[in-house]
T-cell receptor, first 113, second 114 residues
Framework: TQLLEQSPQFLSIQEGENLTVYCNSS?????LQWYRQEPGEGPVLLVT?????EVKKLKRLTFQFGDARKDSSLHITAAQPGDTGLYLC?????????????FGTGTLLAVQP | NAGVTQTPKFRILKIGQSMTLQCTQD?????MYWYRQDPGMGLKLIYY???????DKGEVPNGYNVSRSTTEDFPLRLELAAPSQTSVYFC?????????????FGPGTRLTVT
């Protein structure tokens, strides 16, 4: 069974601080996605990384896929209250032809003004 | 495009009752999924479908059933509701082809079983 563990589970910080969220597995994934979920809504895709070592930036968010494609990180610079939400990583594999994703355990981020 | 729509948004069931959660997508996606999410947690896959007429169990299928008679619709049936099924249920779709991993989610159905 493939598992994705995220850390930390909860994070409460002040506006302007930096933070990093980690997503780790003992399994290799073909792709890794990050979603953000706001209260009362479904998750929305932020980014997909597919190559080991790949780094993608989305404004103040930086995403990295580990060289061995077993882990990923999300770094937020100068966090803002609008970044508040549940961050989920999700791994996909090309085998099986189902497009299924394995979702991580989630990191709940609260950014205080 | 409306994307993925789910009804109802909220529902309270008594133990032993049954209900169907509706899910419709208008993106012509082949792949559809049902997840449950417990408070502050990630998503657990209940059932999925790779196309009309084809469904399969996910990680937590017990107590649920699905059907996929059309590309657009993927209803989830709860039989004999139990308190352990209190959760938020999300329907998602991806596609149209294999390898299109991005999943589009509906707004969720919050279900309470008392």
């Amino acid at each position: 069974t493939q598992l994705l563990e995220q850390s930390p589970q909860f994070l409460s910080i002040q506006e302007g601080e930096n933070l990093t969220v980690y997503c780790n597995s003992s399994s290799v994934f073909s792709s890794l996605q990050w979603y953000r979920q706001e209260p009362g809504e479904g998750p929305v895709l932020l980014v997909t990384v597919v190559t080991g070592g790949e780094v993608k930036k989305l404004k103040r968010l930086t995403f990295q896929f580990g060289d061995a494609r077993k882990d990923s990180s999300l770094h937020i610079t100068a966090a803002q209250p609008g970044d508040t939400g549940l961050y989920l990583c999700a791994g996909g594999n090309y085998g099986g032809a189902t497009n299924k994703l394995i979702f991580g355990t989630g990191t709940l981020l609260a950014v205080q003004p | 495009n409306a994307g993925v729509t789910q009804t109802p948004k909220f529902r309270i069931l008594k133990i032993g009752q049954s209900m169907t959660l509706q899910c419709t997508q208008d993106m012509n996606h082949n792949y559809m999924y049902w997840y449950r999410q417990d408070p502050g947690m990630g998503l657990k896959l209940i059932y999925y479908s790779v196309g009309a007429g084809i469904t399969d169990k996910g990680e937590v299928p017990n107590g649920y059933n699905v059907s996929r008679s059309t590309t657009e619709d993927f209803p989830l049936r709860l039989e004999l509701a139990a308190p352990s099924q209190t959760s938020v249920y999300f329907c998602a779709s991806s596609g149209p082809g294999f390898g299109s991993y991005e999943q589009y989610f509906g707004p969720g159905t919050r279900l309470t079983v008392t």
